[in-house]
């Protein structure tokens, strides 16, 4: 289980950490979109654009449909539910470190004076 938990994850920040994904998923945030009009912003071909929308199939953050000829792109955002508690985790690893270095600091300031 943990191990396809850290493949997801992995796959998840994989896919996030391309800019054009990022703002295919902000297009896909605004509702369904064609493979076509994902790609219309960066002028790039179909192909292109299919490649870096199967990136984000593989992270679970888009579903993909065929309607006729047009691939139908839809937002899949329970897939960085995983995400955001990895990263919330580390939030407050870090909130609570930074807190401890202030009170530490202010000891410091208090016994200088």
């Known amino acids: 289980m943990v191990e396809l938990d850290d493949e997801r994850l992995d796959a998840v920040f994989h896919a996030l950490a391309d800019s054009t994904r990022r703002t295919m998923l902000q297009l896909l945030a605004q509702g369904e979109c064609s493979v076509g009009e994902l790609g219309a912003p960066f002028r790039m071909s179909f192909a292109g654009a299919s490649k870096h929308v ?60």
């Open 54 to 113: 199967k990136a984000l199939e593989r992270a679970g953050l888009v579903s993909r449909s065929v309607q006729g000829r047009a691939h139908v792109c839809r937002l899949e955002p329970a897939a960085l539910a995983s995400a955001n508690a990895w990263l919330r985790y580390y939030e407050g690893f870090w909130n609570s470190h930074l807190d401890a270095l202030e009170q530490e600091l202010r000891r410091d300031n208090a016994s200088r004076k």
